[in-house]
C-alpha cells in the first residue's frame, strides 16, 4: 500500500506527507537510530516515538517509506518543516507500536 | 554508475561540534549531491548511512572535524578527520554495543554502540587511525 492510503485508515493520521505515493514494502520498529539505520530497510514504515530532529536526517538517509509515531507522540519543535522540505512522510498513529504495526501487517 | 568521469570528484565539508541538531547535514547534502549524478539508490543508501554515522561520532565523540567525499568512477570515498580525543582501544570501539556516549546523547537515540559496527557494515572498506589525545582519521571505501 501506499503511505497516502496508510494515512486514510482509522487510527492513523498524517502530519507530513510530501511523497505520498511511495510504496510501504515492510516494516521496522525501534527507537535506537544506529539499530534503524542497520536493521530497517529501504521502504520500510519506520514505527517509533522517537520525535527529536534526528529522526529526520536518520528517516532520509535509510530511504525509509515513512516515519510513523506510535502513540500519538508528536514532532518536536521544528522538525515537521524539515521532515516536509526533505520530503520525509511523517505519520502518527494513536495507539502502540505492537498494534501499529499490526493494523499494518494486515494491509502489506 | 558514473560514466565517463574524468577525474574524480571531491566534496569538502565542515563538521560542527556544538550543534547537535544539524549533525548530519554533511551526510544528507553528499546524499543529495550522489543523487545528482545517478549514483544507485543501494549505493547512495550505504555511503549516507556510513557518513552520517562517523558524522555523528565526530560531534559526540571529538568536537566536530572535517568530512571528504570522492567520487571516482569505481567507488566512493569518506575520509573522516578529526582532533579529538582519539580511541584508546579500537578493537573495544569496534564491538556492538560498546559506548562512552554521555546519557543526554542516550536520550536522543543514540550512544547505542553501533555506529562503528554500522560503517563497517555499509563499506567494503574501512580503517580507523587514532591516536590518543590527537584525534582519529577513518577512512571509508563504498564500491558500485
Ligand atoms: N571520532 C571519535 N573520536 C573519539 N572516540 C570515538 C570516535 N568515534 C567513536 N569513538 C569511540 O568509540 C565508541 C563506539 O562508537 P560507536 O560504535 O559509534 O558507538 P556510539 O557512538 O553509539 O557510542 C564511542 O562510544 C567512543 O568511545
Ligand atoms: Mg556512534
Partial sequence: MTVSELAAVQGFEAVTLPDGERKIGGVYIGDLLSWVMGRAKADDAWITIMSNINVAAVAA???????????????????????????????????????????????? | MVNYMAEPLVFHFEVDGDNFTSAGQASVQVKKNLRELGIDPETIRRVSIAMYEGEINMVIHAHGGVAEVIVSDESVEIILKDTGPGIPNIEQAMQEGFSTAPDNVRSLGFGAGMGLPNMKRYTDYMHIDSVVGVGTTITMKVNY
Fill in chain 1, 61 to 108: 538517509l535509510a530511504d525509509v517509506a515513512c516515519v510513523i509515531l506510535a502513540e500519538g507522540v508528536e514532532l518536536d519543535g521544528t522538525v515537521k518543516e524539515t521532515a516536509e522540505s526533505k520530503g520525509i512522510n511523517v505519520l502518527t498513529a494513536h495507539m502502540p507500536a505492537y498494534e501499529t504495526a499490526m493494523a499494518l501487517a494486515s494491509r502489506l
